[in-house]
Each structure stands twice: as structure tokens, then as C-alpha cells.
């Protein structure tokens, strides 16, 4: 009916409990294998900080996406998602510019398999969101009133952090190895691209939060860029192995931003009222 706040369909529902799982099995890859990737991974990361730094992502989707399909409304599910999928996109792009690095037909069986499940996941889960999207259009309804606008400063210094993150992600899908110039720590071109698509997620996660410019709406996201800025920072702290660049200014640049990331969003990570929309579970998905 005219009017209704849109509700997440239960297509949508199953397709983003799927997808939970699958960026779970990435980031458990990624953080907790960071340093046997050659073995278990769909391509050797030389680098674990690299691994960490990638997998930051894959967690903050997990912890994103749970707490989304915990809630009925699809404003909140939509401001994480669309991220997201950008990054799902960009991870597939870089996936087939550099297609000879992966264990499609070298490595172990563990690695090869990892793979080819890397490539049919990434190759199919693009379409499926076109779907899934699709879909929910179908269902119509719009978006909750904002209860309780970001405070000024904060979301500022995201928006700021955003466009920072975005031009740094783009100059490293465009051209890693300028990046890798000043990055804290090696980087390969298939590595500075993938790092690339994750700066260009977190940047597309704070302009989603910084849009919606309310607490409630917003607030999934800004617990995604919390998470995202604690595991940058973890990166190169527990998985530098001497590979870090510690007395380069890049390294102290690097944690700053990470620092002011966590410090911004989780300024914005409560709500600021008792009127605000209530965000709890529901089973009636249409």
C-alpha cells in the first residue's frame, strides 16, 4: 500500500543468509589461514598482512549480514548491501585479469578446489544479486523517516575518510603498483587490486551511512566500519611478520586512518533515541 515502509522479501532473506556463509568461509580463510594460503586458499597471498587486510571485508559483511537478516526492514539491509555487491563485482574483475595466479591447475587438491569454488561463486553471485534486487523492487514500499540525524561530526570525518578510502581504491585497481609504492607492506598487483576493491567497499560503506544520515538506518554499516577498522588495524600489528615497513611514515599514516574509522563510525554505532524505529527480528518476510 501507498506509504509502507519496505520490508526485506524472503528471496532476498535466503540469498543474503547464503551469502553470510560464504564471505564466513572467505574470512576464516583469510584471517585464521592468513599464513597458509598456498595450501588452502584459492591463490597464495606471500604476504599474511595482505591476507588480514583483504579478509576485513569478508568479517565485516558476516557481522553486516547477521544483523541484518535479524531485522524486517529493508533500508538498513540495502544500505550495507549495495557496498557489497560492488565489492563482489570488483573481486570478480580482478578475479579474471589475473586468472593464472590462481590454483585453477597448480597446487594441492585443497587449493585447487578452493579455486574453482572462488571462480564459480564470484562468476555467480553478481547475476544473483541482479536478481535477488530485482525482486525486492517487485515488492515495492520505501524507506523508514529518519528518527535521529548522524551528529555533525562524526559524520563528517567519515564522509572525509570515504572519499579518501575511494580515491586510494581506485588508483589501486587502476594501477597497484603506485600503491604498492607507499603501502606499508609488499604488494603484488593481483594483491593491490584486491586490496583496491576492499578500500573502494569501506569507501561505498561510509557514503551508504554517511546518505542516510540517521542513526538507526545507518547503523548496520557504521558496525561494519568498526569491525573493517579494528582488522586493518590487526593486519599489520598480528600479521606483519617482519614484512612491515615500520619506520616509513606510510605505516603510521595507515593505522591513523584505521584509528579515526573505528573512532568515526563507532560514534555512530548507538541510537539516539527512544523514538527511534526498532530494528528486531521478524519472521513475516514477504
Known amino acids: 500500500m501507498t506509504g509502507a515502509v519496505a520490508r526485506t522479501t524472503r528471496v532476498m532473506w535466503w540469498f543474503g543468509a547464503v551469502s553470510v556463509a560464504v564471505s564466513g568461509g572467505a574470512a576464516v580463510q583469510l584471517l585464521v589461514g592468513a599464513r597458509v594460503t598456498e595450501i ?9 598482512a595482505s591476507a588480514a587486510f583483504i579478509g576485513l571485508f569478508y568479517l565485516a559483511s558476516v557481522v553486516m549480514g547477521v544483523l541484518a537478516l535479524r531485522q524486517p526492514l529493508w533500508a538498513p539491509a540495502r544500505t550495507v548491501l549495495v557496498p ?29 578446489l578452493a579455486a574453482w569454488v572462488w571462480l564459480v561463486v564470484y562468476v555467480a553471485t553478481p547475476l544473483g544479486y541482479v536478481f535477488a534486487f530485482w525482486w525486492q523492487a517487485r515488492a515495492g514500499g520505501g524507506d523508514p523517516p529518519r528518527s535521529a540525524p548522524l551528529p555533525a ?36 598487483p593481483l594483491t593491490g587490486r584486491m586490496i583496491g576493491a576492499t578500500l573502494l567497499g569501506l569507501a561505498l560503506l561510509a557514503a551508504s551511512v554517511v546518505r542516510t544520515n540517521d542513526r538507526v538506518t545507518g547503523r548496520i554499516g557504521a558496525i561494519g566500519l568498526v569491525v573493517g577498522g579494528v582488522v586493518a588495524i590487526a593486519a599489520p600489528v598480528g600479521y606483519g611478520s617482519g614484512a612491515v615497513q615500520w619506520s616509513a611514515p606510510a605505516v603510521w599514516i595507515y593505522l591513523a586512518v584505521a584509528v579515526v574509522v573505528v573512532v568515526g563510525a563507532g560514534a555512530l554505532t548507538t541510537t539516539g533515541s527512544s523514538n527511534d524505529v526498532q530494528m528486531e527480528p521478524d519472521a513475516s518476510l514477504s
Open 40 to 48: 588452502y586458499f584459492a591463490w597464495t597471498i606471500a604476504v599474511p
Open 84 to 112: 557489497v555487491v560492488v565489492f563482489v563485482t570488483l573481486v570478480l574483475v580482478t578475479t579474471l585479469l589475473h586468472l593464472g595466479t590462481f590454483h585453477l591447475t597448480a597446487g594441492g587438491t585443497l587449493a585447487r
Open 153 to 188: 561530526a562524526p559524520r563528517a570525518v567519515l564522509g572525509v575518510v570515504g572519499v579518501v578510502l575511494g580515491l586510494l581504491g581506485v588508483t589501486a585497481m587502476v594501477v597497484p603498483l603506485v600503491v604498492a609504492a607507499f603501502w606499508p607492506w609488499a604488494l603484488t
